[in-house]
Structures are given as structure tokens and as C-alpha cells.
């Protein structure tokens, strides 16, 4: 309702824009198919930012470790591009999550051997991450027959995440796998008691006899590596090549994500692939319904800013009373 008041304003024909949003969202295949590559790389670094969360760590780096996910992955898949198909497939997925891990885990070691906040290094690592692959793909690792443009030569045809039953890419399945890892970890192992004790306070931590740095540093690895695989995954699943602005804003988006889902594994798969969802009809509709790209980004901000505020404590326990109230009226 409030995005079909900005819609108005500029003219655009309301229903008609909604109607092309829900088309290029779920109207074919191939909307599905690019439904969902938008939603991989959000929902997997919304994954790592949710295991933080539950630590009480901020994870506000998801940008840094996709581009470091993403520069290991595009550098061992050029290196090795003689590999089979699948065995560079899998390589160029560890890579990611490699890279990414050790981007994190920087992170992690300057909390836990410095006292250092994750809040500050995370967001100047983000910067850091962003301006050595500006720097490598406009120099060192520039595709020489690119005309110039920032960007690396593209990656084999053999090192593409394949696409199942042509509408479910292989980031999908990814993005499952990784949630019921996440439900695993936290739910039922004992890292897990230990990412929630933490998250209960370190001096609670650490009078139950917790290792609390070592769990800190090892929680911002973890979600090091899943930021990590969103750039692998989001580089053979859909890029093809590593460039300059290589992500659009996926690792802020996946902090968001995690907020909706608070903080659970299954929370956070729906609101990613219900932002993904959203984000790509929007973007698909702007052309056939005339949609301003600023009122684009307006469409989207404001639909994320009401889930989260609808999943905020007081209004969900507003809610549920309202609903009881409604049950106890109709009996």
C-alpha cells in the first residue's frame, strides 16, 4: 500500500505494476530460475550474519567476504581451467569459502586477540575487500581483451553452477544444504550450546566455562565462509566473471535478511527467498511498467523496513493477542 502511493506519484499504472512485479517474480521458469539466483547470494551471507547474531556478534562484513569468496574462487577456477567440469566446480566452491573464511576470520582475530570490536573491523574490511579487487581487476588480473573495462577474463562454461530441470539453479540446492547445516550447528551440537551461550553475554560465558575467544573468533570464521560461498556461488551461478562492484549491496541486504528471520536457520531461507523473490520482480517490472529505478529501491526498502518491523517482538506479541482475542470472540 505505501509503495502504491510512490508508484502514483509517478504516474505508473498501479495494478499493472503489481501485476508485472508478481509476472517477473513468479510468472515462468525462468522468473523462478531468476528469482532465486538473486536470492542465493543474499540468503547465504544472511546465513553467516544469523550465526553471529546468535553469539551476539555483528557480522556487518558480508560484503568483504563475498568479494574474498569470490577473488579466491575466479582465481583457482582461471589457474585450474583444465580441471573436469565437476572437480572445478567443487574447487571453486571451497575456494570461496576459503577466502571468505579467512576474511572473517581476521575479523575474529582481532576481537578475540584485541579486544577489538567486530562492529568496526567488519565494515572497514568490507572496504578493504571492495578496493583490492577493484585494484586486481583493473591490473593484475584485467581480461586483456575486455576493452579496458574492471573486470577478470570469463570464467569455462564447464565451471557454471548448473541449472536443475531449467528453473532451480544449483545455488538453490546450496542455499537448502546450507540451511539445515545451520540448523544442525546450532541446534543440535554442542558448538552450537556454546554460539548460544555466548550470545547470552561473555560473563555468563565465561562462568560456565566457556573458551570465549575461541568461539568468537570461530563464530566470525563460520560466517566468513558462508559469505564466501554467496560470492563463489553468485560468480559461477549467474556473474561468469569477477568485476568491479561485483555485488550490489548483497552483504547489507543479508543483514537485513537475518534481522526478519530472527536468527533461526529456517526464518532466515523464507525472507531470503522471499527479498529475492521481490527484488527480481521489481527489477524485471521497471522497464514494462515504467518504474523509476529510485522508486524501485523505495519498493523494496519499504517492504523490508514493514517485515522487520512486523517481526519485532512487540508487534508479533501485539499480533498474537489480537488473534486470540479474535478466537475467543468467535467462540
Excluded at 158 to 174: E, F, H, R
Excluded at 226 to 239: D, I, Y
Excluded at 265 to 291: E, P
Amino acid at each position: 500500500m505505501v509503495g502504491s502511493i510512490f508508484l502514483a506519484i509517478d504516474g505508473v499504472d498501479v495494478g499493472y505494476a503489481m501485476q508485472e512485479i508478481l509476472d517477473q517474480a513468479f510468472g515462468s521458469s525462468f522468473a523462478v530460475k531468476n528469482s532465486l539466483i538473486e536470492a542465493v547470494p543474499i540468503t547465504m551471507v544472511a546465513f553467516g550474519v544469523t550465526v553471529a547474531f546468535r553469539a551476539g556478534i555483528f557480522n556487518l562484513g558480508g560484503e568483504g567476504q563475498i568479494y574474498a569468496g569470490a577473488l579466491a574462487s575466479v582465481l583457482v577456477i582461471l589457474g585450474l581451467s583444465g580441471v573436469p567440469g565437476p572437480i572445478l566446480i567443487v574447487l571453486g566452491l571451497i575456494a570461496g569459502m576459503i577466502g571468505g573464511g579467512i576474511w572473517g576470520g581476521i575479523a575474529g582475530a582481532l576481537r578475540s586477540r584485541l579486544g577489538l570490536s567486530e562492529i568496526i573491523t567488519t565494515i572497514m574490511l568490507n572496504f578493504i575487500a571492495f578496493w583490492i579487487v577493484s585494484y586486481l581487476v583493473r591490473g593484475p588480473i584485467q581480461d586483456p581483451d575486455g576493452a579496458g573495462y574492471p573486470y577478470t577474463k570469463e570464467i569455462p562454461a564447464k565451471a557454471d553452477l548448473p541449472v536443475i530441470g531449467g528453473s532451480i539453479p544449483l545455488g538453490a540446492i546450496l542455499l537448502v544444504v546450507a540451511a539445515i547445516v545451520v540448523w544442525v550447528l546450532l541446534e543440535r551440537t554442542r558448538a552450537g550450546i556454546s554460539i548460544k551461550s555466548l550470545g547470552s553475554g561473555e560473563a555468563t560465558g565465561r562462568f560456565a566455562g566457556l573458551r570465549v575467544e575461541r568461539t568468537g573468533f570461530a563464530v566470525l570464521l563460520i560466517a566468513g565462509v558462508f559469505g564466501g560461498l554467496a560470492g563463489a556461488a553468485s560468480l559461477m551461478g549467474n556473474e561468469g566473471r569477477l568485476s568491479d562492484f561485483f555485488s550490489p549491496g548483497w552483504g547489507f541486504i543479508g543483514v537485513m535478511t537475518a534481522l526478519i528471520g530472527r536468527g533461526t536457520a529456517i526464518g532466515t531461507l523464507v525472507a531470503g527467498l522471499l527479498i529475492g523473490f521481490l527484488s527480481n520482480g521489481i527489477t524485471g517490472a521497471q522497464s514494462a511498467a515504467g518504474i523509476p529505478t529510485s522508486t524501485a529501491q523505495i519498493l523494496i526498502g519499504v517492504f523490508v523496513l514493514f517485515l522487520i518491523i512486523v517481526n519485532t517482538d512487540v508487534v508479533a506479541t501485539a499480533l498474537r493477542r489480537a488473534a486470540s482475542s479474535l478466537k475467543g470472540v468467535r467462540g
